[in-house]
Structures are given as structure tokens and as C-alpha cells.
């Protein structure tokens, strides 16, 4: 029987050659996957609607601790969790209140949460050549889609894209998804272990 299928069809012919068993267990490669996907590609960090204005959350993009910040008027910003002075963490919590600034908790650095500068520097006195504008928070880029926020670590990020297309989910009220539970595994494998599981239709 002749094969009718369309050239664009999905259906394979043949089957795909996987790849190498140093994909799923060689630190190096994990550490190329992190540099060139996850520190260079949208990554869905939840419903913009769980991030409740006036808070900082904590969450993890590829290996870079992040904070999303949003504010009292609604907007969502993302910067590295990290003070530029000496590295301390910002946002030691899951979850913390968010004012007008962001203050280190070592050395009293505060910073504007909607616009990332350095306001104050505590108890330190600065030298007469310090940068203030050079020595504001690290931003992330971030993009809400049909009511999901996503994260970039990169400096000069594309769109946001699916190997499907994003049109095909045109048809899905995606925008006005509530979120009625919300469940978190820790999974012991490799991340395209579990993506490949979870992309077959067996599954």
C-alpha cells in the first residue's frame, strides 16, 4: 500500500537515531545544556497570578537563583538574586514582602524594586568615584504569555517560540486559567529523561 502521508505530516518513517548515553550522565554535557538552553531560552516559571503583588518570590532559572518581584501595581520584574556589593542573597525566603525597595540584608544596600538602582549604601561611605548607576540590581528579562510569566537569562533574548508553533494553542482560553492546586516533585533523573517520558503519547 503507497505511503499517502503528507511531507509535513508528523508520523515518522523511520525510527530517530537517540542520543548517547553521555547526554544523561556526563556532568559536562549538563553543564553545555545549562549555558546554551537554560541560560539562553524562556523558561516558564508559573502563573503570573501566583506571584501576589507586593511580594518577592524566589525561583530558579537553569543554575541562576532569580526574584520576581511584584509589585503593588501589578508589574512583575525579575533580577539575580544576588547584591552586587558582595553577593549576599536578597530574598533568603520562598516568599517575602516587597515595598518600594529591595534592601541586602548584609550590608543595608537598597535598591528601587521597580527600576533596580542603587538608592543607599547603608552605613557605607562611598569614595568620591564610586558609580551608583554601575552597581544596580542584574536584571532577568521577562515576558508574560497568555497569562504564564517566563524568564531569560540572556542579555538580548528572542521571542518566545515552540517547535509547534504557539498559534496551535489559539484555541485554548489559556489567558483566563485559574490555578486550583499546585504540586511540586523533586525528580532524580536527568531532565530530558522525564521530558521525553512526558511528550509520548504512551505516557
Known amino acids: 500500500m503507497d505511503d499517502k502521508r ?6 515518522l518513517d523511520h525510527c530517530p537515531e537517540g542520543l548517547p548515553r553521555a547526554a544523561y550522565v556526563d556532568p559536562g554535557w549538563h553543564d553545555r545544556e545549562l549555558a546554551t538552553i537554560f541560560a539562553r531560552q524562556w523558561v516558564c516559571v508559573g502563573r503570573l497570578a501566583d506571584f501576589a503583588a507586593g511580594t518577592m518570590r524566589r525561583v530558579t532559572v537553569g543554575a541562576a537563583p532569580v526574584i520576581v518581584a511584584r509589585g503593588a501595581d501589578g508589574a512583575a520584574r525579575a533580577w539575580h538574586n544576588s547584591c552586587p556589593h558582595r553577593g549576599s542573597e536578597l530574598c533568603r525566603e520562598e516568599v517575602e514582602p516587597l515595598g518600594k525597595l529591595i534592601r541586602c540584608p548584609y550590608h543595608a544596600f537598597a535598591f528601587a524594586a521597580a527600576a533596580g538602582r542603587l538608592v543607599a549604601t547603608g552605613f557605607a561611605v ?4 564610586f558609580d551608583r548607576s554601575a552597581h544596580g540590581l542584574r536584571p532577568v528579562s521577562s515576558r508574560v504569555w497568555n497569562g504564564f510569566l517566563f524568564l531569560n537569562l540572556a542579555t538580548e533574548p528572542g521571542e518566545i517560540g515552540a517547535d509547534v508553533g504557539l498559534h496551535t494553542l489559539d484555541n485554548w482560553p489559556m489567558e483566563g486559567l485559574v490555578t486550583g492546586h499546585r504540586w511540586e516533585v523533586d525528580i532524580a533523573c536527568n531532565w530530558k529523561a522525564f521530558w521525553e517520558n512526558y511528550s509520548e503519547c504512551l505516557h
Not at 503528507?6 to 508520523?11: D, K, N, Q, Y
Not at 562611598?126 to 568615584?129: H, I, L, M
Open 6 to 11: 503528507h511531507p509535513l505530516s508528523p508520523r
Open 126 to 129: 562611598p569614595t568620591a568615584d
